[in-house]
């Protein structure tokens, strides 16, 4: 990441309100993590089961990820894999 972190992270919080922003905590993250899933998905305008939400949360998990290693030019996307 170029520039100033702190700044665009205190311009983006004083647009929090703004209807195209989605903040994600992580701390919400690990209290709830179905819960911000579905209001990620209705922020973006989609509808996801519970199997897909749950898929996802496994997909995400640090246990998962770190079995998977780092994609080569591109293989293996997030959306091809966890339909």
């Avoid at 209290?31 to 922020?43: A, P, Q, V």
């Avoid at 305008?45 to 591109?74: A, C, D, W």
Wanted: no cysteine; proline share 4%.
């Amino acid at each position: 990441m170029f520039g100033p972190f702190w700044r665009h992270v205190h311009q983006a919080w004083e647009k929090r309100y703004h209807p195209n922003l989605h903040f994600i905590f992580y701390e919400d993250l690990k209290k709830d993590i179905m819960g911000e899933l579905g209001k990620l998905s209705d922020f973006v305008g989609i509808n996801l089961t519970e199997q897909q939400k749950q898929n996802i949360v496994e997909h995400t998990s640090f246990s998962n990820m770190k079995h998977r290693g780092v994609p080569v030019k591109g293989e293996g996307l997030f959306n091809e894999e966890v339909k």
